[in-house]
C-alpha cells in the first residue's frame, strides 16, 4: 500500500523560510516522479513543482508562482521527498501535499499546513 | 498555461440523481485528462485518469468520458457517500492544471 507522510509545516513570519519532508512507502520511490500540490484555505488546488526519477535523471519543474524561491529534492536512500521553501509570502498559506504522480496524482499525503504571517 | 474550467461551481442534488460535471481544456489535451473527489479536511482522491479509466477501487457508478477540450464526469446514481468537491486536471502539458472544482451538495 503506498503511503506519504508529510511532516514540516508550521507558523513562520513573510520573508522567512521552511523545509517540508515527505516520507514515501509501498512503492519503488527511486523511480517515482512525485510532486508538491497546494491548496490554500477555501480554494482549488495549485501544482507547485515536480521532480522526476532517477531514471530519468531527477530533473525538477515549478509554477511560475514559486520558481526561484522553492526548490524540491529527493533523498532515494531514506524514501523522502522535501520542499524547501524561501522567501515566504502570505499567499503562500496552504495545505501542502507530496503527491505520486504519472501524470494525473495518484496517490497523496494527508498534507501539512503552512502559514504565513506577521 | 492550460485553463480548465468547470461547471458548475455547484449542484444540489438527491440520492440517487445522475450527476454530470464538465470541465472544458483552453485547448486540446487529448486525453490526457483526471478527475478528483475531495472531502471536507481531506486529501484529493483519483477518481479517474486518461479521461475515461476507473482508478482500481472506484465504484463503477463513476464514469468519464470525452476527449480534446471538452470532458464530463458522470456518477450514476448518487450515494451518500459521494456529497463532496470534483476536480479535474490536465497533465498534457506543464504546468499541471486543475479546474476550479465543483461541490455537490444535499438537495
Known amino acids: 500500500e503506498v503511503q506519504l507522510v508529510e511532516s514540516g509545516g508550521g507558523l513562520v513570519k513573510p520573508g522567512g523560510s521552511l523545509r517540508l519532508s515527505c516520507v514515501a512507502s509501498g512503492f519503488s520511490f527511486s523511480d517515482a516522479w512525485m510532486s508538491w500540490v497546494r491548496q490554500a484555505p477555501g480554494k482549488g488546488l495549485e501544482w507547485v513543482g515536480h521532480?522526476?526519477?532517477?531514471?530519468?535523471?531527477?530533473?525538477?519543474g515549478y509554477a511560475v508562482s514559486v520558481r526561484g524561491r522553492f526548490t524540491i529534492s529527493r533523498d532515494d536512500s531514506e524514501n523522502t521527498l522535501f520542499l524547501q521553501m524561501n522567501s515566504l509570502k502570505s499567499e503562500d498559506t496552504a495545505v501542502y501535499y507530496c503527491t505520486m504522480s504519472s501524470g494525473s496524482f495518484d496517490s497523496w499525503g494527508q498534507g501539512t499546513l503552512v502559514t504565513v504571517s506577521s | 498555461d492550460i485553463q480548465m474550467t468547470q461547471s458548475p461551481s455547484t449542484l444540489s442534488a438527491s440520492v440517487g440523481d445522475r450527476v454530470t460535471i464538465t470541465c472544458r481544456a483552453s485547448q486540446s489535451i487529448n486525453s490526457w485528462l483526471a478527475w478528483y473527489q475531495q472531502k471536507p479536511g481531506k486529501a484529493p482522491n483519483l477518481l479517474i485518469y486518461r479521461a475515461s479509466t476507473l482508478e482500481s477501487g472506484v465504484p463503477s457508478r463513476f464514469s468519464g468520458s470525452g476527449s480534446g477540450t471538452e470532458f464530463t464526469l458522470t456518477i450514476s446514481s448518487l450515494q451518500p457517500d459521494d456529497f463532496a468537491t470534483y476536480y479535474c486536471q490536465q497533465y498534457n502539458s506543464y504546468p499541471r492544471t486543475f479546474g476550479q472544482g465543483t461541490k455537490v451538495e444535499i438537495k
Open positions: 521532480i522526476k526519477g532517477k531514471t530519468d535523471s531527477g530533473t525538477t
